[in-house]
């Protein structure tokens, strides 16, 4: 892992959002300079204009899916590549004041993912309390330290507590077991060198939305035996039903079946943008395969949902 020691590192903050603590499991991310912003658009400008030499931030959480700030930063509005992927435990609190209680609890505060990530807890034990979303974590937890009224929550980690005086009013929240929240250091024309277990990012524009234009793009990873980690389609910003892909797979643009099925991408489509191939972080246990359900099973479900349709007559 090359060390970034003597590098200035932006990234959300204030102090104590998930953002730092996944920052600070890095070593040699957290003996740089740590400089914090107030947006993930900020963190990206900053490594783009040249106020940092990185950029640490959130892309997607397994309960909420992707940021939409960052992948379509990362797509539409900056040159950036990816240099590494970090995976963090998420484990949210509701925070308040001391003299706070669940029940007195009027405004809840905190960032919409976390919010989101939280919606089962929140319809249950919260229902009249006002939603409002904040730009971070750490941004809620200060503005309910700073403001001093025993009616307003935060929903934040536990080292935001620690940093704005705050109590624990109900601790993990979320409303779902395993909930993680992966990161992207970003950078400026550096791609790491292959290590043997990498993966690559790209995004792939259309020349038109027609049948098979996705079958297209996926023959060129099926014809290489190359194995997609993600698929998502974003608005491409020109019209309404116009899409691009973002796309992750297995590999190294070093490798030569990447390259290959690149060049075959960039042969076919209107513009293909090339995000970062980056070390994968250590894969997880394969999951037990589901059941496969038979073809009279398949065709029963299908009976089913079609006895539903509307008789024209009525």
Not at 22 to 37: K, R, T
Not at 49 to 64: K, M, R, T
Not at 98 to 103: F, G, H, L, Y
């Amino acid at each position: 892992m090359t060390a970034f020691i003597s590098k200035r590192v932006a990234y959300l903050g204030p102090r104590g959002t998930f953002t730092e603590e996944a920052l600070l499991s890095q070593p040699d991310l957290a003996s740089g300079e740590l400089v914090e912003m107030a947006s993930i658009d900020n963190v990206l400008d900053a490594v783009d204009n040249g106020q940092a030499d990185l950029g640490f931030v959130p892309i997607e959480n397994s309960i909420e899916g992707t940021v939409p700030a960052t992948i379509d930063s990362l797509v539409f509005d900056h040159d950036l590549y990816i240099e590494r992927e970090v995976v963090h435990d998420i484990h949210l609190h509701l925070l308040g004041l001391q003299n706070a209680s669940v029940e007195g609890i009027r405004e809840v505060h905190s960032y919409p993912h976390a919010l989101g990530q939280c919606r089962k807890f929140l319809a249950a034990e919260l229902p009249r309390a006002g939603i409002h979303a904040a730009s971070s974590t750490a941004e809620a937890a200060r503005l309910v330290s700073e403001r001093g009224d025993p009616c307003l929550a935060a929903i934040a980690p536990r080292a935001s507590r620690d940093i704005y005086g705050l109590e624990t009013l109900r601790a993990d929240i979320e409303d779902h077991g395993g909930n993680q929240t992966r990161f992207l250091l970003v950078g400026k024309g550096m791609v790491p060198a292959p290590t043997g277990n990498d993966k690559t990012s790209v995004v792939c524009f259309q020349v038109k939305d027609q049948p098979g234009s996705l079958f297209s793009i996926l023959a060129e990873f099926y014809a290489r035996n190359i194995n997609l980690t993600k698929l998502e389609s974003r608005p491409s910003k020109r019209e309404l039903g116009q899409y691009c892909f973002v796309i992750e797979f297995d590999g190294h643009v070093a490798d030569h079946d990447v390259a290959d099925a690149l060049v075959g991408l960039k042969g076919k489509l209107a513009d293909l943008k090339f995000l970062g191939s980056f070390p994968k972080v250590r894969d997880a246990p394969a999951p037990k395969r589901p059941s496969v359900p038979t073809q009279d099973a398949a065709w029963s479900w299908l009976t089913s949902i079609r006895s539903q349709i509307a008789d024209p007559r009525e």
